[in-house]
């Protein structure tokens, strides 16, 4: 410390060198000057270092000085997170004068300057020197490194921008140079008159976007706002084409070579006007499609890719139409998949209509503009327009900006898919709804709890409740005028939605079965859980001031000399994660929270009945995109053990690492799973071991069993009754919803419920006066909840996500299909002799995977409308994924291929074995060894 104030003195001969941090920030209000302090490197250190530079104390300098190895320059690169600030590393000698006379002659912001001795850095081949000052950004060279060998963990933070938010603004063009570029442009256009009318077809909003960017592009370039339109291709009357000088076209792909509902209309009036004359109109098109979604190769894929953009090109040309450039292509299959050929088919069409120069970073009503990193730096920590965008009444949709920033407050925006088509017809907006999810950890929630969700989803939601693979409920179809009151009916019954979804640690899973231990000691797993999820809540008081404060406890709270108090978020800064993060504990020997799939997982490990601490896995992941092959599920790694009260800040070390060096250039790549594939399950150990200051121990024992629900009832130690329900694919309606409400009213102040991964229900702390009125209510009711009432072993174990209609990502049905698949394949398994025999099995109408499909022992993924792929092969305790064994196949297909293997498990199984080992063990397929092989593994 001594060594490194007087080579500062030697550097900066005037250097007002303080005794603390709060005397230098203190002097820093004088401002008399660049106000020094000298600290060593540790992790309190560094936090308050943090808290000052974001406080905005311009005129502070601190040299942090470290000592010991090793030497993580990671947290000193953060700096620049906030926009300038003057940031070095340097070993401590003679060069380190550069970076601190640098630092002292640094007068726009705050200077922050790294020393390490040489002892603290002998060995560390990749010690990085570097220096970053911004007022060298105009020339491109702010960022500096001496030698040629960046640290890893460096060259990933700037290769990934990761919470360099200074950086997307400096890419942004200014308002009004924006607005004086369009100016220029707008003077320079000859014809003021010309217009230009862009449609498009589009399911998941990639062809919507496209449409989009053209339409601001044009805006920019000059044209009127007036004479850009941008709609639907159901919207634009057919007959009037005639009178359009130009229609741009972005057209994606539905199933097998079908429109989208949104363009189906208007393809099918076109083709019955053959009296259309439209030789005054030029046109072009861009297509969109995977050319290997039909199979790599095949004459499906062949056929279909892009079939709706080429046919209506043939089309218009028949009409008389005259293409003013050759129709583009983007497909999924190429490396930015539909962005090359949208890259390059744009310029071409830019040029021609003369707005090629002109910044398409413009407003207008036609967004999206900005990317979800960009989104959540400039909406006041997820705050953006959606209060006063909830109070509008004149739409039923928020803004694109605010459907973003909504999800990490626990809702999604969706629309009525099956009404799409008839409300576009009407001219009216499509039928939109939000989607709100509760925040339950663990899944628990007392009987009055319960009863205050059955009133919320009978008064301003659809009239059930969805219980999901997330262990917690959710709502649909809530009006959105009915968001706030939706919001607050929960708050009353201490029941939140902060970070039920969004790019946060999202709701922490835990065991529900009862049976696996004694109910104190589930009790203080469970405690567990809650300390994780609290740890890693996000900060902002935005959920509040939006959804739940109002009058002057409103203002107040929101107006302090005029503006909104300053807020932190320690784990998440500006830019909170690249994508969600999920957790999950599991209680052996069960493993129904499916804890290999989540991005960390913590494993009990129980010895002579005493908690010692949990198995740490981390890297798990289920989610892809069909035929993109960078994108793959992945299993978790088992990586240590940690003790009990370690469990959050581990799980906050994980995190971090995800945080700083999570994929913030491309979502399909962001998730931890990622960052565990590309640096390795060690490195990123080490990692997590150094933001912890001590080392992991070796992981212990442990053996899961089974992953299934209870179904029946059990007595627990304390005398109280607990009993596992099965609830079909989770949705709580008719018998079912009233059975759950009159034993909610029988169990006020004495039990409560706990939801389960697998979509059901298990009745807790049933008092032995009340199980015959329980037992009672579900025979009366006909509620499933034994061996005899769940049917079969295949309805006991079958998991859906909600998908069509509500759900924007789904290609095919999901919740509404299954248990009519199920009771097909229920008549086969009977026949077979296996009707009893516990499967998974499990459907998504997208690759999403939120049904977590890819471990189960038959596994349905949606393509088109009635058409999936099907995996087999996961093992029944969740430890292998499951293989590709069909592709594209209908409901027909499906049983034609699953009974006569469905008879040999009958015949041919050994005792005790599983339907996926089965499999594996006959060679009906190959087992997934790893997630990196999902794409390479199927051939048998």
Same mark, same amino acid.
């Given at each position: 410390?001594?060594?490194?104030?007087?080579?500062?003195?030697?550097?900066?001969?005037?250097?007002?060198?303080?005794?603390?941090?709060?005397?230098?920030?203190?002097?820093?209000?004088?401002?008399?000057?660049?106000?020094?302090?000298?600290?060593?490197?540790?992790?309190?250190?560094?936090?308050?270092?943090?808290?000052?530079?974001?406080?905005?104390?311009?005129?502070?300098?601190?040299?942090?000085?470290?000592?010991?190895?090793?030497?993580?320059?990671?947290?000193?690169?953060?700096?620049?997170?906030?926009?300038?600030?003057?940031?070095?590393?340097?070993?401590?000698?003679?060069?380190?004068?550069?970076?601190?006379?640098?630092?002292?002659?640094?007068?726009?912001?705050?200077?922050?300057?790294?020393?390490?001795?040489?002892?603290?850095?002998?060995?560390?081949?990749?010690?990085?020197?570097?220096?970053?000052?911004?007022?060298?950004?105009?020339?491109?060279?702010?960022?500096?490194?001496?030698?040629?060998?960046?640290?890893?963990?460096?060259?990933?933070?700037?290769?990934?921008?990761?919470?360099?938010?200074?950086?997307?603004?400096?890419?942004?063009?200014?308002?009004?140079?924006?607005?004086?570029?369009?100016?220029?442009?707008?003077?320079?256009?000859?014809?003021?008159?010309?217009?230009?009318?862009?449609?498009?077809?589009?399911?998941?909003?990639?062809?919507?976007?496209?449409?989009?960017?053209?339409?601001?592009?044009?805006?920019?370039?000059?044209?009127?706002?007036?004479?850009?339109?941008?709609?639907?291709?159901?919207?634009?009357?057919?007959?009037?084409?005639?009178?359009?000088?130009?229609?741009?076209?972005?057209?994606?792909?539905?199933?097998?070579?079908?429109?989208?509902?949104?363009?189906?209309?208007?393809?099918?009036?076109?083709?019955?006007?053959?009296?259309?004359?439209?030789?005054?109109?030029?046109?072009?098109?861009?297509?969109?499609?995977?050319?290997?979604?039909?199979?790599?190769?095949?004459?499906?894929?062949?056929?279909?890719?892009?079939?709706?953009?080429?046919?209506?090109?043939?089309?218009?040309?028949?009409?008389?139409?005259?293409?003013?450039?050759?129709?583009?292509?983007?497909?999924?299959?190429?490396?930015?998949?539909?962005?090359?050929?949208?890259?390059?088919?744009?310029?071409?069409?830019?040029?021609?209509?003369?707005?090629?120069?002109?910044?398409?970073?413009?407003?207008?009503?036609?967004?999206?503009?900005?990317?979800?990193?960009?989104?959540?730096?400039?909406?006041?920590?997820?705050?953006?327009?959606?209060?006063?965008?909830?109070?509008?009444?004149?739409?039923?949709?928020?803004?694109?900006?605010?459907?973003?920033?909504?999800?990490?407050?626990?809702?999604?925006?969706?629309?009525?898919?099956?009404?799409?088509?008839?409300?576009?017809?009407?001219?009216?907006?499509?039928?939109?709804?939000?989607?709100?999810?509760?925040?339950?950890?663990?899944?628990?929630?007392?009987?009055?709890?319960?009863?205050?969700?059955?009133?919320?989803?009978?008064?301003?939601?659809?009239?059930?409740?969805?219980?999901?693979?997330?262990?917690?409920?959710?709502?649909?179809?809530?009006?959105?005028?009915?968001?706030?009151?939706?919001?607050?009916?929960?708050?009353?019954?201490?029941?939140?939605?902060?970070?039920?979804?969004?790019?946060?640690?999202?709701?922490?899973?835990?065991?529900?079965?009862?049976?696996?231990?004694?109910?104190?000691?589930?009790?203080?797993?469970?405690?567990?859980?809650?300390?994780?999820?609290?740890?890693?809540?996000?900060?902002?008081?935005?959920?509040?001031?939006?959804?739940?404060?109002?009058?002057?406890?409103?203002?107040?709270?929101?107006?302090?000399?005029?503006?909104?108090?300053?807020?932190?978020?320690?784990?998440?800064?500006?830019?909170?994660?690249?994508?969600?993060?999920?957790?999950?504990?599991?209680?052996?020997?069960?493993?129904?929270?499916?804890?290999?799939?989540?991005?960390?997982?913590?494993?009990?490990?129980?010895?002579?009945?005493?908690?010692?601490?949990?198995?740490?896995?981390?890297?798990?992941?289920?989610?892809?995109?069909?035929?993109?092959?960078?994108?793959?599920?992945?299993?978790?790694?088992? %990586?240590?053990?940690?003790?009990?009260?370690?469990?959050?800040?581990?799980?906050?070390?994980?995190?971090?690492?995800?945080?700083?060096?999570?994929?913030?250039?491309?979502?399909?790549?962001?998730?931890?799973?990622?960052?565990?594939?590309?640096?390795?399950?060690?490195?990123?150990?080490?990692?997590?071991?150094?933001?912890?200051?001590?080392?992991?121990?070796?992981?212990?024992?442990?053996?899961?069993?089974?992953?299934?629900?209870?179904?029946?009832?059990?007595?627990?130690?304390?005398?109280?009754?607990?009993?596992?329900?099965?609830?079909?694919?989770?949705?709580?309606?008719?018998?079912?919803?009233?059975?759950?409400?009159?034993?909610?009213?029988?169990?006020?102040?004495?039990?409560?419920?706990?939801?389960?991964?697998?979509?059901?229900?298990?009745?807790?702390?049933?008092?032995?006066?009340?199980?015959?009125?329980?037992?009672?209510?579900?025979?009366?009711?006909?509620?499933?909840?034994?061996?005899?009432?769940?049917?079969?072993?295949?309805?006991?174990?079958?998991?859906?996500?909600?998908?069509?209609?509500?759900?924007?990502?789904?290609?095919?049905?999901?919740?509404?299909?299954?248990?009519?698949?199920?009771?097909?394949?229920?008549?086969?398994?009977?026949?077979?002799?296996?009707?009893?025999?516990?499967?998974?099995?499990?459907?998504?109408?997208?690759?999403?995977?939120?049904?977590?499909?890819?471990?189960?022992?038959?596994?349905?993924?949606?393509?088109?409308?009635?058409?999936?792929?099907?995996?087999?092969?996961?093992?029944?305790?969740?430890?292998?994924?499951?293989?590709?064994?069909?592709?594209?196949?209908?409901?027909?297909?499906?049983?034609?291929?699953?009974?006569?293997?469905?008879?040999?498990?009958?015949?041919?199984?050994?005792?005790?074995?599983?339907?996926?080992?089965?499999?594996?063990?006959?060679? %009906?397929?190959?087992?997934?060894?790893?997630?990196?092989?999902?794409?390479?593994?199927?051939?048998?």
């Amino acid at each position: 410390m001594d060594r490194a104030t007087v080579l500062l003195r030697q550097a900066c001969k005037d250097a007002k060198v303080h005794s603390s941090l709060a005397a230098a920030t203190s002097a820093c209000t004088e401002g008399a000057g660049k106000q020094w302090v000298t600290l060593a490197l540790t992790k309190e250190s560094l936090a308050e270092v943090h808290v000052a530079i974001s406080q905005g104390t311009g005129q502070l300098a601190v040299l942090l000085v470290a000592t010991t190895a090793p030497v993580s320059q990671i947290e000193v690169l953060r700096a620049m997170e906030y926009g300038g600030v003057y940031v070095a590393s340097a070993e401590l000698g003679a060069g380190a004068a550069t970076a601190l006379t640098e630092a002292a002659s640094f007068t726009d912001g705050p200077s922050l300057v790294l020393l390490a001795e040489p002892a603290a850095l002998k060995g560390d081949e990749n010690w990085t020197a570097f220096r970053y000052d911004p007022r060298r950004e105009d020339a491109g060279n702010a960022f500096t490194a001496e030698g040629d060998r960046v640290r890893k963990e460096i060259q990933g933070f700037l290769s990934r921008q990761n919470l360099l938010t200074l950086i997307a603004k400096k890419t942004l063009p200014s308002a009004a140079a924006a607005d004086a570029e369009s100016g220029e442009l707008s003077a320079g256009l000859a014809d003021a008159s010309k217009t230009v009318t862009i449609l498009y077809s589009s399911d998941t909003g990639h062809a919507e976007e496209c449409a989009k960017a053209v339409a601001r592009q044009c805006r920019n370039g000059g044209f009127a706002s007036s004479a850009v339109r941008c709609a639907t291709m159901d919207s634009f009357d057919v007959g009037a084409l005639a009178s359009e000088p130009l229609i741009v076209f972005a057209v994606a792909t539905a199933g097998k070579g079908e429109f989208c509902g949104n363009g189906r209309s208007f393809f099918t009036k076109l083709s019955e006007r053959s009296d259309l004359n439209l030789k005054d109109m030029k046109y072009c098109i861009f297509g969109l499609g995977d050319s290997h979604y039909w199979g790599k190769g095949t004459e499906d894929s062949k056929i279909n890719f892009a079939k709706p953009a080429r046919d209506l090109d043939t089309l218009l040309e028949e009409r008389g139409a005259v293409r003013m450039l050759p129709t583009g292509f983007g497909d999924d299959q190429d490396v930015d998949q539909y962005h090359t050929g949208f890259g390059e088919w744009k310029s071409q069409l830019y040029s021609r209509l003369g707005v090629d120069q002109a910044a398409a970073g413009g407003g207008g009503d036609d967004g999206p503009v900005k990317t979800d990193e960009q989104i959540k730096v400039e909406t006041k920590q997820l705050r953006g327009s959606m209060k006063e965008s909830l109070d509008d009444i004149t739409t039923g949709q928020i803004p694109f900006q605010d459907t973003k920033l909504i999800k990490s407050h626990g809702s999604y925006q969706q629309d009525d898919r099956d009404l799409r088509e008839e409300r576009q017809k009407m001219g009216v907006e499509n039928a939109f709804s939000f989607m709100i999810r509760v925040r339950l950890p663990g899944g628990y929630c007392t009987a009055e709890q319960w009863l205050a969700m059955d009133d919320i989803c009978e008064k301003f939601a659809n009239g059930t409740l969805k219980i999901t693979t997330r262990q917690t409920w959710q709502v649909h179809g809530v009006l959105k005028r009915d968001v706030k009151d939706t919001m607050r009916a929960m708050n009353k019954a201490c029941m939140d939605t902060v970070a039920a979804c969004g790019d946060v640690c999202r709701n922490v899973l835990c065991t529900s079965r009862p049976d696996v231990c004694s109910k104190a000691l589930h009790e203080e797993i469970l405690h567990y859980t809650y300390n994780i999820h609290d740890h890693c809540l996000p900060r902002s008081g935005a959920y509040h001031e939006i959804f739940l404060m109002q009058g002057d406890e409103m203002a107040e709270k929101t107006q302090i000399m005029g503006s909104t108090p300053v807020e932190e978020e320690p784990l998440y800064g500006l830019t909170y994660l690249p994508r969600k993060y999920k957790v999950a504990v599991a209680i052996p020997p069960s493993n129904d929270v499916d804890l290999f799939a989540h991005c960390a997982g913590f494993i009990a490990i129980i010895e002579g009945g005493k908690l010692q601490g949990f198995n740490v896995a981390v890297g798990g992941g289920l989610g892809f995109t069909h035929n993109n092959q960078k994108t793959h599920p992945r299993l978790a790694d088992v %990586i240590g053990f940690c003790k009990p009260s370690d469990a959050k800040y581990v799980c906050e070390c994980i995190l971090t690492v995800a945080r700083d060096f999570g994929d913030r250039t491309g979502r399909k790549h962001a998730r931890v799973k990622y960052t565990v594939e590309d640096y390795g399950a060690e490195w990123f150990k080490e990692q997590i071991e150094d933001r912890l200051g001590f080392k992991l121990e070796t992981a212990r024992p442990y053996k899961f069993e089974h992953r299934g629900d209870l179904h029946g009832w059990k007595k627990c130690d304390d005398g109280t009754w607990s009993c596992g329900l099965l609830v079909p694919i989770g949705r709580v309606k008719d018998n079912s919803r009233v059975c759950l409400r009159k034993i909610a009213q029988e169990l006020k102040g004495k039990g409560a419920f706990r939801m389960t991964c697998n979509q059901s229900v298990v009745l807790e702390s049933i008092p032995e006066a009340k199980k015959a009125v329980v037992q009672k209510l579900l025979e009366e009711y006909k509620v499933m909840h034994s061996q005899e009432t769940t049917v079969s072993g295949l309805r006991r174990n079958m998991v859906a996500c909600v998908a069509l209609p509500t759900c924007p990502l789904a290609f095919a049905e999901a919740e509404r299909y299954l248990p009519t698949l199920v009771e097909r394949l229920e008549v086969v398994a009977e026949k077979c002799g296996i009707g009893q025999q516990d499967i998974v099995i499990r459907m998504t109408g997208c690759p999403n995977s939120c049904g977590r499909p890819s471990m189960a022992e038959i596994g349905f993924i949606g393509k088109a409308p009635g058409t999936y792929n099907m995996y087999l092969g996961a093992d029944f305790v969740g430890h292998r994924l499951n293989t590709l064994y069909a592709e594209s196949i209908s409901e027909d297909q499906i049983i034609k291929i699953l009974t006569p293997i469905f008879g040999r498990y009958g015949k041919e199984r050994e005792k005790g074995e599983a339907f996926g080992d089965f499999l594996v063990r006959t060679k %009906i397929v190959k087992p997934m060894k790893d997630g990196r092989d999902w794409w390479t593994t199927p051939e048998v």
